[in-house]
């Protein structure tokens, strides 16, 4: 394509940035890539989210067409981002249409007669569609009379294997460099690792672009990672202390886990609301309609949501369930603070995370050297989730950017203690092989720290591990110390776990190194109680702890905890275990024995006889 036709390109970009878009200068790397995309040339933009990165194709667009050009086709993976982004070209002035199946059969004649009258500056449209013979034949025809400007394939790691988000009509996208040679391409992701760059440029044949790289680092971002503990209680507790009012997104991994977070907020005053691929159509864009037009809504999602959202005031963004790997990770907590003011990433996590994500890669029917790619990603992520050093650099330091401590994640702020674990991860690893070898087959997580910490359960018994030399060698570790030490064996591969419904432990080879010392497991030290009690200070206790003492007041969160983990292991909401004002009236009463329980509102004979030893158990919790 000739480019004698432009006029003074960077002249000319900056009265269309400033005229039709409102900036009077351009962000970072934006200018260069404009120029060389005006130009006629190819390239490769990484630019975190937020950046400003649909202006890199959109001003192209108007200033070749301006100069005899033609039309821009943009590659769009999504229906809605398709219809945002038209919105907000028809809100700045520019002519822009989409081809997707909320058309009719008479919209879409339209916009292929605009098409062809050259009255279209940019028209989105997704990898399926432009695949077609149809379009393409639509496309020789422009190509043939010299309209066809420029090619912009937006969410570029859509096309890696390797990238979170693989869609393989991405990969047909060749077709426009083979067919309309000349037509100069841009591809743009807010993520890609190396890896994932590489596969990008061999994919979509982009050995000749330039290649622009811009920092991944997004400064007003806070990244805090927690031990999940009780998931839904430490969100709850995250919003109402942090932003209330303020609008966020809030990531699970399945549709039900969504609309159960969902309803819980909104039980709580929250304006919340589900969003997956399983509600109707009508129903996920009504959702998304009021995230995006309403302030303070809560959006719970799963990864279905977000991509190309370009809500600017979105002051957090939670994660429930562990994303696959870092790239999902940055994508998703990007969303956040778009407008460059403070926002938050929080996430909690915990061993079921790590066995949940080991599993899906296991399983999968994927090839092993697929399968080794994605461990790797994974063991990235644990690691970030896992570090007791700035979580900003890791995070940049994975995308090959170099960085100093931030001073504004949770670890910097906070620094969190480092115990050695390497003695309590040889004893679980020795006990997960006496038990099998007693019993011929293995068990899961629950019954492995039973043994190790000694406790007489009912399952012990029957199984006569009690008699196991292992048998209570690891009384002097915490249940929350020991599932760390878990976590960290399966992150590493020195533990693993098999079966859908028991999901028991394995020992592997990577076992044989820790077993004999060659390896140290060194973790942060769980957030405990002392921590509980710190962030509960900056919060009103409720209601029904009101009147506490400080004393009381301990046994009363020590109490909401352990009944947390109750209600979960019995799958039953909170207050069927024991109501607050039932909880903060045993706090009061500082129970030393059964008797003291008795009469106690709330605490009924059953109720006495299945929890009041626990009770009194964590009632003598004392804070250090």
Same mark, same amino acid.
């Given at each position: ?33 404009? %120029? ?19 202006? !890199? ?49 008479? %919209? ?14 940019? $028209? ?127 990531? !699970? ?78 994508? %998703? ?7 460059? $003011? ?47 050093? !700035? ?14 401590? !931030? ?157 947390? %983990? ?30 003291? $329980? ?27």
């Amino acid at each position: 394509m000739p480019t004698s036709a432009l006029l003074n390109p960077p002249t000319h970009i900056l009265s269309v940035l400033s005229e039709v878009f409102g900036y009077e200068s351009f962000r970072g790397p934006q200018q260069a890539i404009i %120029e060389h995309v005006t130009s006629g040339h190819d390239a490769l933009v990484l630019m975190p989210t937020g950046g400003g990165k649909s202006l !890199c194709y959109q001003i192209p667009a108007i200033a070749r067409q301006s100069a005899g050009h033609g039309i821009t086709i943009v590659v769009s993976p999504l229906i809605a981002l398709m219809h945002d982004q038209v919105g907000a070209l028809h809100e700045a002035g520019v002519s822009a249409a989409f081809l997707n199946s909320t058309l009719s059969p008479e %919209e879409t004649q339209t916009i292929e007669q605009r098409l062809r009258r050259g009255e279209v500056t940019l $028209l989105y449209a997704a990898p399926e569609r432009i695949n077609t013979p149809r379009f393409l034949g639509q496309l020789d025809a422009l190509y043939a009379q010299g309209s066809l400007s420029l090619f912009a394939i937006d969410e570029a790691h859509c096309v890696s294997q390797w990238g979170h988000d693989f869609r393989p009509e991405y990969r047909s996208l060749t077709v426009l460099h083979e067919r309309f040679p000349g037509v100069p391409r841009v591809a743009l992701t807010a993520t890609a690792d190396a890896l994932t760059r590489a596969d990008i440029i061999e994919r979509l044949q982009l050995e000749d672009a330039r290649l622009f790289i811009s920092s991944f680092d997004r400064p007003n971002i806070r990244y805090t990672i927690v031990e999940k503990k009780d998931a839904s209680a430490q969100l709850l507790r995250f919003i109402e202390r942090e932003h209330e009012g303020e609008a966020g997104v809030v990531y !699970c991994q399945s549709r039900k886990r969504v609309e159960e977070v969902a309803e819980m907020l909104a039980q709580t005053g929250i304006d919340a609301l589900p969003y997956h691929a399983g509600l109707d159509s009508s129903i996920r864009q009504k959702h998304q309609d009021r995230f995006l037009r309403d302030e303070g809504v809560v959006m719970v999602a799963t990864i279905a949501f977000g991509m190309g959202i370009d809500k600017p005031d979105v002051r957090f963004v939670a994660h429930l369930d562990m994303p696959k790997n870092i790239e999902g990770y940055y994508q %998703e907590t990007g969303r956040a603070g778009r407008d460059g $003011l403070r926002a938050n990433a929080w996430m909690a996590y915990g061993l079921q995370d790590v066995v949940n994500q080991r599993r899906m890669i296991d399983e999968s029917p994927a090839e092993e050297n697929f399968k080794q790619v994605m461990r790797g990603k994974l063991d990235a992520l644990l690691a970030l989730a896992e570090a007791t050093d !700035c979580r900003r650099v890791r995070l940049l330091s994975y995308f090959d950017e170099a960085s100093e401590p !931030c001073g504004n994640c949770d670890n910097c702020l906070n620094p969190p203690a480092v115990w050695d674990g390497t003695d309590a991860a040889r004893k679980l690893l020795s006990t997960v092989f006496r038990a099998e070898q007693h019993s011929g087959f293995s068990f899961g997580s629950g019954h492995i720290m039973d043994i190790v910490r000694g406790k007489a359960t009912e399952k012990v018994s029957q199984y006569g591990h009690a008699k196991l030399s292992t048998f209570g060698i690891g009384a002097n570790f915490s249940e929350v110390q020991l599932r760390g030490v878990l976590r960290q064996l399966i992150a590493m591969g020195a533990l693993n776990v098999q079966g859908q419904v028991f999901n028991t432990l394995q020992l592997t080879e990577g076992s044989r190194a820790v077993l004999r010392g060659e390896v140290s497991v060194l973790l942060r030290e769980s957030v405990s109680q002392k921590a509980e009690k710190r962030s509960r200070k900056a919060q009103a206790p409720g209601p029904a702890a009101a009147n506490l003492s400080q004393e009381a007041l301990v046994r009363y969160i020590n109490l909401k905890a352990w009944r947390a %983990e109750v209600a979960k292991e019995h799958n039953l909401p909170a207050y069927v275990i024991f109501h607050d004002a039932t909880l903060a009236l045993i706090a009061s009463a500082e129970p030393q024995n059964l008797d003291d $329980l008795n009469g106690i509102s709330g605490i009924g004979a059953k109720k006495l006889e299945a929890y009041g030893q626990e009770v009194l158990q964590v009632c003598r919790v004392q804070l250090k």
